[in-house]
């Protein structure tokens, strides 16, 4: 009796030690295949680990020059929109200098469309970047000043270079962080897309002035604002936005939005730039329209591939 119950303990632990290798020896082959992803989606997972090495994609000068070829180019490193929108890959970190000077020339409305969405996508994403990096050190001192903590001179002398940097005379830590947010992705590419004609414009593709911004010039006459590249108009559009007396009200419900829900909904908060055109509400009417007419909200959710470095090569 006793014999038959030891005998049958030893074959259980025999059967569990043999279940346990199994197991074990799965997960080790397991371990080894590549991951199920979407095609293209290869670029983003290589580098979604800080120890692994950045990964570059390659784009010839006379592919951003040229709007087929630039299509054909962000096809090639897998800047799919559809996967970004639905949050399946990042935006890959291509800062284009301007937008192809043919992209008016596309046949397909579509086209034009999506490859517009592509070159300004991620500018509009890394100058949020910036900001978002200011905006987590402001918030970081804003809990060590509720704390009772002293300020060092460092983060004191940083402070007063971003209030004056925002045009904030007092440096007041809580009315920085009204000044000091990112602009919503879906709202800053409705207002590119309906001042720059989905970016066919002469000015938008002659001078970068994709908001169609004004400014004043040496001769005192007022005119569209010449910008050396796409990167330096977003950052004037968001600088704009965050710091000009007739966007209060925008910063104002920004700020609202940021206490009680938590984000931001550019819907909502286009209301808010009725000043931003002579049109008034009609002006609010059609952003809302280009932004629910294209899905836009679907991109607020997008995050650069940090990783990710494009290298714009001279030869041909």
Request: hydrophobic share 45%; net charge neutral; charged share 20%.
């Amino acid at each position: 009796m006793h014999h038959k119950t030891r005998t049958s303990l030893c074959n259980g632990v025999l059967l569990a030690m043999l279940a346990m290798f199994v197991v074990g020896l799965f997960a080790l082959v397991w371990s080894g295949l590549p991951s199920p992803r979407l095609p293209g989606e290869h670029q983003t997972v290589a580098v979604a680990h800080g120890s692994l090495p950045p990964v570059t994609y390659t784009i010839r000068q006379s592919e951003t020059r040229n709007a087929q070829m630039l299509q054909a180019a962000f096809d090639r490193i897998g800047f799919d929109l559809d996967a970004v929108s639905q949050g399946y890959i990042s935006v890959p970190r291509v800062l284009l200098a301007s937008l192809p000077p043919d992209l008016d020339r596309l046949d397909a409305m579509d086209a034009r469309r999506v490859l517009f969405l592509r070159t300004l996508l991620p500018v509009i994403l890394h100058i949020n970047d910036q900001i978002g990096v200011d905006r987590q050190k402001l918030l970081m001192i804003k809990a060590a000043m509720t704390r009772g903590e002293t300020l060092s001179a460092t983060d004191v002398q940083w402070i007063l270079a971003l209030a004056d940097n925002y045009d904030q005379p007092d440096a007041d830590v809580d009315v920085l962080l009204k000044k000091v947010d990112v602009i919503p992705p879906s709202l800053a590419l409705a207002q590119a897309i309906e001042e720059s004609g989905w970016g066919t414009s002469r000015i938008a593709r002659e001078q970068n002035a994709i908001f169609g911004q004004f400014g004043q010039g040496a001769s005192g006459d007022w005119d569209y604002r010449n910008f050396a590249s796409l990167t330096e108009a977003v950052a004037s559009y968001a600088h704009n936005l965050n710091t000009h007396r007739a966007y209060r009200e925008f910063r104002q419900m920004r700020a609202r939005m940021r206490a009680t829900r938590g984000g931001i909904d550019s819907l909502e908060l286009s209301a808010t730039l009725h000043r931003y055109s002579e049109r008034g509400d009609d002006y609010v009417t059609t952003l809302r329209a280009i932004i629910r007419g294209n899905a836009l909200e679907d991109f607020d959710a997008a995050r650069l591939n940090l990783r990710s470095v494009a290298t714009i090569l001279a030869s041909n």
